[in-house]
Nanobody
Framework: VQLQASGGGLVQAGDSLSVSCTVSGRTLNKYTVGWFRQVPGKGREFVDREFVAAVAWSAGYRYYGDSVQGRFTITKDNAKNMVYLQMNSLKPEDTGVYYC??????????????????WGQGTLVTVSS
């Protein structure tokens, strides 16, 4: 599966922003697509990525990390093979590179990044105070 994230930018605290992920290469009904984020230059590359949200493509259920619950919404467009992350009430601590990733549907409600096999390049979201 190939993934490409886009839509990042610079916003102010309290603003909203939507980032997108284009997914291609496989039939997606056996996959879960998720978003992770990492502050540039902080922590260990890859392993310190924070789970943000995920959607099970076929079953349709969605789940979120505790820090974004109630503010972020993940949706998918089956026809376009796109996944969107709508981010509202953004805070400076939401700043980071946002990555989309795909893993098997058997992930269930897992937030474990090593469960995801394919990753796209990130898109940078910067929230100023």
């Amino acid at each position: 599966v190939q993934l490409q994230a886009s839509g990042g930018g610079l916003v102010q605290a309290g603003d909203s922003l939507s980032v997108s992920c284009t997914v291609s290469g496989r039939t997606l009904n056996k996959y879960t697509v998720g978003w992770f984020r990492q502050v540039p230059g902080k922590g260990r590359e890859f392993v310190d990525r924070e789970f943000v949200a995920a959607v099970a493509w076929s079953a349709g259920y969605r789940y979120y990390g505790d820090s974004v619950q109630g503010r972020f919404t993940i949706t998918k467009d089956n026809a376009k093979n796109m996944v969107y992350l709508q981010m509202n009430s953004l805070k400076p601590e939401d700043t980071g590179v946002y990555y989309c990733a795909a893993g098997p549907a058997s992930l269930g409600y897992s937030t474990f990044l090593f469960g995801y096999d394919d990753w796209g390049q990130g898109t940078l979201v910067t929230v100023s105070s």
